[in-house]
C-alpha cells in the first residue's frame, strides 16, 4: 500500500460520516477519484479502515551466509553510488578505482550485515516483512459534502439509518376507554377500603323467583 506524505487537516479525528464499504482498499481508491472528479472538497474524504490486523509473512530463514548475501548487495548498491560520485568529480578516473570503489562498497554491506545478524540472531532468526491489513475500507464525507456525495454515488451509497421514534410523553398517550356494561372490572390495589360494616361478610337475600325456580 502506497501513501503520499503530508499533514492531517485540521479535526482529522472527524471523518465524517460512512457513504461506501469495499472489501477492498484499490476499490475505495476509485470511489475517492470519483467523488473528487464530482467536485467534491478533497479535505472532506477520508478512507477508514476497519477490523485492522497485522500479517507477518516469514520470507525465510537467517544465517551468516545469507546475511553475508544480503549484505553483498546493499553493499553493491552503495558502492555504485560512490562510483557515480567518483566519476562525476573526476571524469578521467582510471578504470580500477571504479572497481576498486565497487569492491569496498560491497565489503562493507556484507560485514554491515554480518555484525547486525549476529547480534540479533538469538532473538530472531529468520527474516520476514510486515503487512497491516483491514477487513474493509469505508469511506466517509463530512457533513457539508454528505449529500452530494450520496448523489454521486447512488445506488452504492451505504443506507441512511433511521431515526428512532420519539418517546411518547403520558399527556399525548392516547385516552382511557371507559369499562362496557357488563365487563368485569380488576380491582386494584389503591382502591380505598368500604367504610361500612358488615359488607364484607353480608350476603344478597335471594329473590322469591329464585327460590321458586329451584
Known amino acids: 500500500m502506497t501513501m503520499m506524505g503530508g499533514r492531517f487537516p485540521k479535526g482529522s479525528d ?3 460520516q460512512t457513504v461506501a464499504s469495499f472489501p477492498t482498499y484499490e476499490a475505495a481508491q476509485k470511489v475517492v477519484s470519483s467523488l473528487i472528479a464530482a467536485e467534491i472538497p478533497a479535505r472532506d474524504i477520508a478512507i477508514v479502515g476497519q477490523g485492522l490486523r497485522s500479517i507477518e509473512r516469514i520470507t525465510g530463514r537467517l544465517g551468516y551466509a545469507s546475511a553475508a548475501r544480503s549484505g553483498a548487495v546493499n553493499g553493491l548498491l552503495l558502492g ?3 562510483s557515480a560520485i567518483l566519476v562525476i568529480g573526476s571524469p578521467a578516473v582510471p578504470i580500477q578505482a571504479f572497481v576498486g570503489v565497487l569492491f569496498v562498497g560491497i565489503a562493507i554491506g556484507m560485514l554491515l550485515s554480518i555484525v547486525t545478524y549476529s547480534l540479533v540472531r538469538r532473538r530472531r532468526d529468520y527474516a520476514s516483512v510486515v503487512q497491516v491489513v483491514a477487513d474493509h475500507y469505508e469511506v466517509t464525507v463530512s457533513a457539508g459534502s454528505l449529500h452530494r456525495a450520496r448523489q454521486v454515488l447512488g445506488p452504492q451509497s451505504a443506507p441512511v439509518a433511521a431515526d428512532a421514534p420519539p418517546p411518547v ?9 371507559p369499562p362496557r356494561y357488563g365487563e368485569r372490572i380488576e380491582p386494584t390495589g389503591d382502591e380505598p377500603e368500604s367504610d361500612v360494616p358488615g359488607d364484607a361478610g353480608e350476603q344478597t337475600p335471594e329473590r322469591p323467583q329464585e327460590r321458586d325456580a329451584r
Open 80 to 82: 555504485l553510488l560512490f
Open 14 to 16: 472527524e471523518v465524517g
Open 169 to 177: 410523553s403520558p399527556s399525548s398517550a392516547a385516552p382511557v376507554e
